[in-house]
């Protein structure tokens, strides 16, 4: 006898034990024989990650995905690994050392380091691995990569050298986004934008040659006029017509700089002018590109103000001697001592080298003021971008860094999508996808940090660069160029995470080598994954993939024919979910209250294509319901006798109501099979949903009730096999989504009935098509959906639960009176009917409901007060015309939808909606009662 309740917390793990000692997971495991391929590769994790909701939602549909094609009979890879994590990880092996209070990561060398890190890795790094099997992801264990695993660093070193030897990685000095925390370049991923109080410093700028003229900027970052090159106005600007090429002094410095004109100069902005520091802001850069400015750095890798040593600072640095200015005596007044706008060179150095950017603000902003230079000062509140594990700020810093030509690799990447050799799903990510690709900068693809894949680049003792497979090369590469030995310094740097990322799709089959696997899976079918690495993974992987993968006729061959892009888990109040917010749901806690199960049903339940999932715990809970009504299911089965038998053949069944459960179950397993075949899991769930709750549990097993306690043993028997046949058919459809309590109940259910299953039901073949009876089907809908209109008046009439009414049926064609006297007690029963009678005229006070021709009349005089009820309906309808009213009042209004958080207009959205369909549903009762 099956246990009265479903236990996920003991079930799960045993499960899982079984998946794994059958190598149920493992490619090709019941395939049929000359099976077609299906592989997806895991966005693989961060090996410091911890599951998160995001985490559980890709897996789920990835899960579904596998599963589902796997119990088609195709032959089914899903490839998962882990991500070195460069930053994240050397993060979290520092702050160890801290904590355990050991030597830092520079006083105990390179190598010393990495082997802590190899170390957490094999003590810590199997963290997030384990949480997913706890989700149920069936991925191939036995497969698992990493990384930085041997396999796959060998790709990573035959990419960079092939790329470099193709002219397509070079070194080159540009903007990139620096983390003075860590004193590494960053990705744009790695930076978040913070929302900050800040000022406007307005300076004034002397013009040279015209004393008492000045040029007026402001700026968010006095600091860095340090390293202003220029002074920008709009060509069209006429209140700088003469000014353009002619010169400002930079203040506190005395450097020469010119006033050009560029459209990046907003007219309507400010004053119209702009200083331009190339080295500090990125839209600066392309400024001083396009006008050939010098370009100063002014800090170091700390965000300190760096000018000992700094060569391109002091040129043409004057000494302010002939730049003094004072503001004029009023009449009567002594003259004021003049004061230079500029500082000598030592003195500027004393007051500003080595300071942080803090206090060298205040002091530029304070020497500014002193100089009558400071315009003014407004309140500013503005962006700022942090680093997403410093929390300091970001500064665009002007460095050596390696790149990837990016624009050269996009075209046939960009290509593939326009033919529809790959294609995203929702489509409309295709275009995010080009506005990327077509604008696309080149990858700074360096790191200054230890942990990660090292740069295969040596540097001679004149700076030449040789990059190579190994040292060994390296130095035969160097004799050749000095024509002679000569000792050779390897680049420090290590390469991108994404880098290694990009290579995910081949390298984890085998590349460079010519694997099995390699032939047999690739390109893969389908990619999971979210929308903001669109640009960061799909678009490497594209560029990547169809560079070094080429078929036999040299043609490049993409890395995966469906892109699937799912959106956010948000709260149930639609808000992203941050640590600050306190509203972060952690999945393995739904997991331990509610089980597995209920989690991923709820995730693909909701996941929607283009729609943020709004998650709340109720919602999880409905679902564990769910799960909880299936084992109810099979446990009313279980004592009803009903026991598969292994000939029995559906479309045999002679029962109308057997017909119809048969005719259901057809067309359940064809919704759910298209939906997932065309990437709408929230469809797929819905389908299977009803079916099992709606037209299993709800009206099939309530209807055959009576002819289990019957005496018709031939319909007894048809019934009992067909509840089984359709409940195995059930837990198939249900496996991809709930895959615990489907297997569970696969073996007990067969166990019970002194059976063996032949297969773990992960490896059982999918539902076939099944037979309809469009007969029976028409009939067993219409008692139904009879039933359903009555005790949907009964609730929208307020008639007690208890209250027996009678059913007065007008206009009733010869098969609707068939229909009737076939299944009057059910119609007495489940719709607490008195009697049923035959008129021709419609009773007087009584509800009406159309039913194909026939009109249903229940008579309610004497159960309700009806005009008290019309009233009362009439007052209901009036009230959520108000809120309608009220709710497009507000979207009418401009300023309202400028200034409302998304979440509170989707909120309100959803009301209307509510409010809506509630008036619709009202204003029908009231019909039935004119």
């Not at 899976?521 to 594209?542: H, K, N, Q």
């Not at 043609?555 to 699937?564: L, N, S």
């Not at 640590?579 to 739904?590: A, E, H, R, T, Y």
């Not at 009313?636 to 292994?646: K, Q, R």
Request: proline share 5%.
């Amino acid at each position: 006898m099956l246990e009265k309740t479903y236990e996920a917390a003991a079930v799960e793990p045993r499960i899982s034990a079984a998946w794994d000692e059958a190598k149920a997971f493992a490619a090709g495991a019941g395939a049929k024989p000359g099976a077609a391929p299906y592989a997806i590769v895991i966005p693989p994790p961060n090996v410091t990650g911890s599951l998160h909701m995001g985490h559980a939602l890709n897996n789920t549909l990835q899960d579904v995905l596998v599963r589902f094609e796997r119990m088609r009979g195709k032959d089914v890879l899903w490839q998962p690994g882990t991500d070195h994590a460069g930053i994240a990880t050397q993060m979290v092996v520092e702050r160890q050392m801290v904590q355990r209070q050991e030597p830092g990561r520079r006083d105990i060398g390179r190598e010393k380091f990495l082997e802590k890190v190899w170390a957490w890795k094999a003590e810590s790094g199997g963290t997030i691995v384990n949480q997913l099997k706890r989700l149920g992801a069936s991925c191939d264990w036995s497969r698992e990569r990493f990384t930085m695993d041997e396999g796959l660093s060998r790709a990573v070193l035959k990419v960079f050298v092939e790329l470099h030897r193709d002219g397509l990685i070079y070194r080159d000095k540009r903007l990139v986004n620096w983390d003075p925390h860590f004193e590494t370049a960053i990705s744009d991923l790695e930076v978040m934008q913070v929302e900050v109080k800040g000022h406007y410093w307005h300076f004034k700028y002397p013009v040279e040659g015209e004393p008492g003229r000045f040029v007026t900027v402001a700026t968010t970052r006095p600091e860095t006029m340090l390293g202003d090159t220029a002074v920008a106005v709009h060509p069209e600007d006429e209140r700088y017509t003469d000014l353009v090429g002619k010169f400002v002094i930079l203040p506190l410095v005395g450097r020469r700089i010119p006033i050009v004109a560029d459209e990046y100069s907003d007219p309507e902005k400010g004053t119209g002018a702009v200083k331009i520091t190339p080295a500090h802001d990125f839209n600066d850069f392309e400024v001083g590109k396009r006008h050939g400015l010098a370009m100063i750095n002014v800090l170091d890798r700390k965000a300190h103000i760096a000018l000992t040593g700094n060569e391109a600072f002091w040129a043409d640095v004057g000494h302010g001697q002939d730049l003094s200015g004072a503001p004029a005596a009023a009449e009567g007044e002594e003259a004021p001592t003049p004061v230079a706008y500029t500082f000598a060179p030592d003195v500027l150095e004393a007051l500003l080298h080595g300071k942080d950017r803090d206090a060298a603000r205040k002091l530029v902003v304070e020497a500014m003021a002193r100089r009558g230079l400071l315009d003014k000062i407004e309140p500013n509140t503005h962006t700022v971008p942090h680093g997403d594990r410093s929390h300091v700020v970001i500064e665009p810093f002007l460095t050596d860094q390696w790149y990837v030509d990016a624009k050269t690799l996009a075209q046939p990447a960009i290509a593939a999508v326009r033919d529809g050799r790959t294609a995203f799903v929702p489509k409309n990510w295709e275009n995010t996808y080009y506005q990327w690709m077509e604008n696309i900068q080149p990858w700074c693809v360096s790191r200054q940090l230890w942990w990660g894949h090292q740069i295969p680049a040596w540097y001679g003792p004149d700076g030449a660069v040789f990059v190579a497979h190994d040292e060994a090369e390296a130095s035969e590469m160097a004799a050749k160029h000095y024509g002679k030995p000569e000792p050779l310094t390897r680049d420090e740097d290590v390469l991108d995470t994404w880098f290694s990322s990009a290579l995910w799709p081949f390298s984890t089959l085998g590349w460079p080598d010519a694997t099995p696997e390699l032939a047999r899976y690739y390109p893969t079918s389908v990619l999971v994954t979210g929308f903001d690495i669109i640009f960061f993974w799909v678009a490497r992987m594209m560029m990547m993939g169809m560079h070094f993968m080429k078929d036999e006729a040299g043609a490049p061959v993409i890395p995966f024919h469906d892109v699937y892009i799912h959106a956010l888990v948000r709260d149930e109040k639609g808000q992203k979910m941050s640590k600050s917010k306190g509203n972060v749901i952690d999945p393995l806690d739904l997991i331990d209250e509610f089980g597995a199960d209920a989690l991923r049903f709820t995730l693909a339940a909701m996941a929607a294509q283009g729609r943020d999932i709004k998650l709340a715990k109720a919602r999880v809970a409905g679902y564990r319901n769910f799960a909880t009504k299936l084992w109810n299911a099979a446990r009313f089965a279980e004592m009803n006798g009903c026991v598969c038998v292994s000939d029995f053949e559906p479309a045999a069944a002679k029962g109308t109501l057997n017909r119809w459960i048969a005719t259901e179950l057809a067309r359940a397993v064809e919704g759910v099979t298209s939906a997932l075949e065309a990437y709408r899991f929230n469809d797929a769930a819905a389908s299977a949903y009803r079916f099992v709750w709606n037209s299993f549990c709800d009206w099939y097993l309530e209807l055959a009730k009576p002819i289990f306690a019957g005496t018709d043993q031939a319909l007894k028997d048809e019934t009992r096999a067909t509840c089984a046949h359709v409940l195995d058919e059930i837990l198939k459809l249900l496996h991809p989504f709930m895959p615990f309590i489907t297997e569970e109940l696969w073996a007990k259910t067969a166990e019970e009935a002194g059976l063996r299953r032949s297969n773990l039901l992960v490896l059982t073949e999918w539902p076939g098509k099944g037979v309809t009876h469009d007969a029976a089907a028409d009939e067993i809908d219409w008692l139904v959906g009879l039933i359903t209109e009555i005790r949907s008046v009964r609730s929208e009439m307020n008639v007690p639960a208890g209250a027996q009414i009678p059913l007065v049926v007008v206009g009733a064609s010869p098969t609707t009176r068939d229909w009737l006297a076939t299944h009057s007690s059910a119609i007495l029963r489940l719709a607490r009917i008195s009697e049923i009678s035959l008129a021709e005229a419609t009773p007087a006070a009584s509800a009406q409901i159309v039913v194909g021709e026939a009109t249903m009349c229940l008579p309610l005089e004497g159960v309700i007060d009806v005009a008290a009820e019309r009233k009362r309906l009439e007052k209901e309808v009036e009230k959520l015309l108000s809120e309608i009213g009220r709710i497009d009042k507000m979207f009418s209004n401009p300023q309202f939808m400028a200034k409302a958080k998304e979440e509170v207009v989707e909120e309100n959205r959803e009301k209307r909606e509510e409010y809506v369909a509630r008036r619709a549903k009202v204003e029908e009762a009231l019909t039935r009662l004119a």
